[in-house]
């Protein structure tokens, strides 16, 4: 399986924007489809959005959809997620992960090799 690390997580007020990186150690990267998944403080985690190894199909939770957007490029083993039109309740760790099994997209446990994380906080 692939290491996953995180980057692009900051402070930004609520309306604003910022681009998550997700970025593979292994050149398998493109076997995988890849999700995103965030955890607020006292919460569980959830998932926010995944994406399919040739990025033909993506998903996404209600509550982030039209505002986020999933991508990935193959030949820079990394995957993206755009945050658009952020709000105080988007304030999570934000955890990327590779879908290890065939089940549904929107389940953790179908994914493995999770990233350390990168904290998002939006301001109100």
């Known amino acids: 399986q692939a290491q996953l690390v995180e980057s692009g997580g900051g402070l930004v007020q609520a309306g604003g924007s910022l681009r998550l990186s997700c970025a593979a150690s292994r050149r398998t990267f493109s076997n995988y489809g890849m999700g995103w998944f965030r955890q607020a403080p006292g919460k569980d985690r959830e998932f926010v959005a995944g994406?399919?190894?040739?990025?033909?199909?993506?998903y996404y939770a209600d509550s982030v959809k039209g505002r986020f957007t999933i991508s990935r490029d193959n030949a820079k083993n990394t995957a993206y997620l755009q945050l658009n039109s952020l709000k105080p309740e988007d304030t999570a760790v934000y955890y990327c992960a590779a879908k290890v099994s065939r089940g549904s997209a929107y389940y953790s446990l179908n994914y493995g090799a999770w990233g350390q994380g990168t904290q998002v906080t939006v301001s109100s």
């Open positions: 994406i399919s190894t040739i990025s033909d199909t993506t």
